[in-house]
């Protein structure tokens, strides 16, 4: 029986990407073209770009060796690779302390600057936002900004940050809360993020 390619097959969940690269480990590429970009967006954001190249790459490494204990019952693997993700930036905490409070002083956004269609007011605007909501992030405990940005940055849902956290989904509710509390007060009562779950 010959196995169908994912090339071939758009319909493809993760889960069975997964499986298919146990056997042929070049099928792992494809979840890493799904992914790559959410992955390196949410890490560029946390530590600046150079990190996000290394996290990134590291995220996808650990994945991929750990492919073999996949749960196949989780059909999207976002969460999955968050979570490593955000285990690695957990040991990068005080160089995203130390971004976050450099952001805060210069408001020199970590991404690359989008077209020039943006207007000169409104990035000194964005600036000075980027610039109260870092200051608030820094603030932080790392448990309440990594669910705040989860949730903001990642778009997983309230169940999704528990998996990714290992903790209840009532702790993810009141990080979440406290988390936006702050993030609202630094940019005068503007809530940085939607209600997801």
Known sequence: MTQTHPAETAEVDDAELIRWSRDDPEQFASLFDRYIEQIHRFVARRLGTQAADDIAAETFLIAFRGRASYDPAARLAGPWLYGIATNLIAKHRRGEERFLRALSRTGTNPLPEPPMADTVVGRVAAQEVDRRLAGALASMS???????????????????????LKVPIGTVRSRLHRARRKARIALGGDDPTREVA
């Open 142 to 164: 790392s448990g309440d900004r990594d669910v705040l940005l989860l949730v903001a940055w990642g778009e997983l849902t309230y169940e999704e940050v528990a998996a990714v």
